[in-house]
């Protein structure tokens, strides 16, 4: 069973009709048992940093997450904001403290040329390609004005190139996160969550 | 590269679909979810779906019925129509719509604005500029008797942060003769906040010289969908065929 973490912070509807598709049960919660005994987690969110850590904390989310994650090593994968957050440091509005699970910060974007935020579909340069292998087109949907930066280069799994080339995707042990929106990316998208899932959902 | 969006723009009339001409005259279409359906399987970009009635009949959108649509979407959705409180937004985010679209609060609270901002992020919250030509520019059409100019509006709510802007020319909505791209021009010169062109598409002519006249990056269109035999992919042959990045 794959627990989507639900803390008020959007898109939780859209991302379990993409694995109701694909025949993964799901179940949208913030319940701390049901997300101790969940197999796989997602982690979704649009909206401000801020806003979403101070949402995790309410519920005991952060310490929760970051147990199930960095102690049990218990597999997610962190969407848009879910991937943000999994930063150490945020800036929106301003500075903050993120979940901390991979050094970096994620920034806005300054860019002189191209409009903010970065919003359509654009394609990605697949670095890591453990969960990219089924994918047949490299367009994504991506709505974001922030943007994270590893300290450690080997994280990137996938950039896409918005002025530069800009972190699409990370990998770092069972945790993988997505800048862009694999729920909203029709097939390419959905094969992305298969890969993930497996057939052990 | 950023492909250019090509954004079929449903507007409902609280009933069935309906498409107005100078944002008059609606004409009933029919059925919104096999239309979206249609959609999803042509793969379009992104959907929007607007209650153009909503404000002025004083109700809520059908939350049932805008769930039942963004089922069958795996593209984003943009939703719009009625929406006034940061509820309402929590409403249509909850059931899977990736943006609302704000209009009339839009020109009448301010600071409404800048907190949808806050809690949902600027990509989050669009604004419908509807705009009309007068003599020495444009101003923004609206049913609560506000006199304000294109530019003015525009620069507020980039001041309240918001992410983008669905610019519709009242004039040119559903005469499918072409866009007003003086207006798209404008438009784009004040902000670098992303643009929706939406208002004239008839023939694909009109959308090759509105992506090669102006910088926008993406369109919304009905008549041509509901009233000829184009379908979003013809438009982006067309584009593609003068070098604009296209996902096909």
């Known amino acids: 069973m794959v627990a989507i973490i639900n803390y008020g912070m959007g898109n939780v509807a859209s991302v379990q009709k993409a694995l109701n598709f694909l025949n993964i049960s799901s179940k949208i919660t913030a319940d701390h048992t049901e997300i101790s005994e969940a197999d796989f987690l997602i982690l979704p969110g649009v909206g401000s940093f801020t806003q979403g850590m101070n949402n995790l904390a309410e519920n005991g989310l952060d310490l929760l997450l970051t147990n199930e994650v960095i102690n049990k090593k218990k597999k997610i994968i962190g969407i848009c904001l879910g991937m943000q957050l999994i930063f150490a440091n945020g800036t929106e509005p301003a500075p903050v403290k993120g979940l901390g699970w991979i050094e970096g910060t994620v920034e806005k974007f300054e860019l002189d040329n191209l409009r903010i935020p970065h919003m359509g579909w654009n394609n990605i340069d697949v670095v890591n390609d453990t969960y990219f292998k089924n994918t047949k087109t490299n367009d994504f949907y991506f709505i974001h004005s922030y943007h994270a930066v590893p300290e450690d280069k080997n994280v990137i799994a996938a950039t896409v190139n918005y002025g530069f080339d800009v972190v699409a995707s990370v990998q770092k042990d069972n945790i993988f996160a997505t800048q862009f929106h694999p729920e909203k990316s029709q097939a390419a998208g959905l094969e992305i969550l298969k890969s993930f899932f497996g057939q052990n959902a | ?248």
């Open chain 2, 1 to 248: 590269m950023l492909k250019v969006r090509i954004i079929p723009v449903l507007t409902f009339n609280g009933f069935g679909l309906v498409k107005t001409k100078q944002f008059t005259n609606p004409r009933m279409l029919g059925n919104p979810l096999q239309t979206a359906r249609v959609y999803n399987s042509r793969g379009v970009d992104e959907l929007a779906f607007i209650d153009i009635y909503a404000t002025k009949q004083k109700r809520k959108i059908n939350l049932k019925l805008v769930s039942d649509v963004i089922k069958e979407c795996y593209m984003p959705v943009a939703i719009g129509g009625g929406i006034a409180s940061i509820e309402d937004i929590n409403d249509l985010l909850k059931i899977g719509a990736d943006k609302v679209i704000i209009k009339t609060k839009a020109l009448t609270d301010h600071e409404f604005i800048r907190r949808s901002v806050f809690f949902f992020g600027s990509q989050c919250i669009t604004v419908a500029v509807d705009a009309y030509k007068v003599d020495d520019g444009y101003k923004i059409y609206n049913t609560e008797n506000i006199d304000i100019s294109l530019h003015e509006f525009i620069r507020q709510m980039v001041d309240c942060g918001v992410g983008e802007f669905v610019v519709t020319s009242v004039d040119n909505d559903g005469m499918m003769e072409g866009f007003d791209i003086e207006l798209i021009k404008q438009v784009s010169v004040i902000t670098t906040v992303p643009i929706i062109a939406v208002g004239g598409g008839g023939a694909l002519e009109h959308y090759k010289a509105l992506f090669s006249e102006t910088s926008v990056e993406a369109v919304g269109s009905a008549s041509i969908f509901h009233f000829t035999q184009f379908t979003p992919n013809d438009i982006k042959l067309e584009l593609k065929a003068i070098n604009k990045p296209v996902r096909i």
